[in-house]
Each structure stands twice: as C-alpha cells, then as structure tokens.
C-alpha cells in the first residue's frame, strides 16, 4: 500500500513569503482615487440617478477615461481616436439609445 495523500504545509521554495507584507504606499487617498477611477459606466449611471452629474458630465468622463488609457498614443493619434468615439456618440444607434436611457434616469 501506498502512503495517503498529504495537503501541503504551505508555500516553500524561495518566493515563499517570509514576513508580513510591507505598509501600501501612497498617499492616503490615492487609492480611493483608484478605485473610483476604475469603477466604469456603472458609476457614472448611479451619478446620473443621484444627481451628482448630468447626463453630458458623464459621457465626458467616460471619453475621457477612454482617453486617458491611450495615454502612449502620440497627440495626432489621440485626437484621432476622440474624434472616432464622440463620432460614434453621435451615431451609433446603441450609444444613442444608452445616452437617452441616461437622460431618463434624471427625469424620474
């Protein structure tokens, strides 16, 4: 017969960890910032039903934070892009559809 399975003890080796993880650095908020910089469209609709933003604030927070991830593109490039998403704003039957579904969540 064979000996049973045993779970393992741990992690071993040598990444294994061998304190506690140091403090985050950072400044105290710059995380909260973080956080709420990735929190999406979803966060921008709940503004919207707050009332904490118009329904134009937060589309133009979402093309800035489209932007804001081409950061590496050069400047022409970058104005390309915008031109292409406030285009498709305009358009595209679907982004209009979700910019009226926005409007109406400020009027009830």
Do not use: H, N, Y
């Amino acid at each position: 017969m064979s000996d049973p399975i045993k779970p393992p003890d741990g992690p071993s080796g040598p990444d294994a960890p061998t304190a506690q993880p140091d403090a985050v650095e950072g400044a105290p908020g710059e995380f909260k910032a973080a956080v709420d910089a990735a929190a999406g469209p979803g966060a921008a609709a709940d503004a919207v039903r707050a009332g904490t933003l118009d329904p134009s604030q937060a589309v133009e927070g979402l093309v800035q934070r489209a932007l804001a991830t081409a950061r590496g593109l050069p400047e022409a490039q970058r104005q390309k892009l915008e031109a292409q998403l406030r285009a498709a704003l305009a358009e595209d039957p679907t982004l209009l559809a979700l910019q009226e579904d926005l409007q109406r969540a400020t009027e009830t």
